[in-house]
């Protein structure tokens, strides 16, 4: 069976421009890398309603608190590992500079014994959908054609 994830994908609009806010991995395998890199913020579930996964898994990788309505239901994905992710879009406004995420542990250096803690992700950061095209994961990219349409028309 595979795995579920459900995300959000806040949106504003400045100076005419749609933009969405999107997170970088946290890691040292994503310390340097950008294009391609970045994602929904989104997290697995399992029983749980996706709705509820994603208020849920933003609210632990962010720390912010989700928009009360999550108001556009964006195409289901499946990435190209087999995942499913399932993603809301909501109008919302964010500072990128006092986001907080959850951590994981991992063994870092490699073959070390060492465990050492990251943040699930690194940073959030508000993006054009233009910019945000060469940015997020490839699979993801459907995610903004499907939100343009939707708020832009």
Do not use: C
Not at 7 to 13: E, K, M, N, V
Not at 46 to 63: I, L, N, S, W, Y
Not at 76 to 95: L, S
């Amino acid at each position: 069976m595979p795995k579920k994830s459900a995300g959000l994908l806040p949106f504003r609009r400045r100076g005419g421009v749609l933009e969405v806010l999107i997170a970088h991995p946290g890691g040292p395998f994503w310390s340097r890398k950008d294009l391609g890199a970045w994602s929904v913020v989104k997290g697995e579930y399992t029983d749980e309603d996706p709705r509820a996964a994603a208020r849920r898994e933003f609210t632990e990788e962010t720390g912010y608190e989700p928009p009360h309505e999550l108001s556009i239901e964006l195409p289901v994905i499946t990435q190209r590992g087999g995942k499913i992710v399932t993603v809301f879009a909501a109008e919302a406004d964010y500072d990128p500079a006092s986001a907080v995420s959850n951590t994981f542990e991992t063994e870092w250096p490699p073959k070390s014994g060492t465990m050492t803690s990251f943040p699930e992700i690194d940073r959030v950061e508000w993006f054009s959908v233009a910019e945000a095209r060469s940015k997020l994961n490839a699979a993801q990219v459907v995610l903004l054609d499907h939100l343009q349409e939707t708020v832009v028309g």
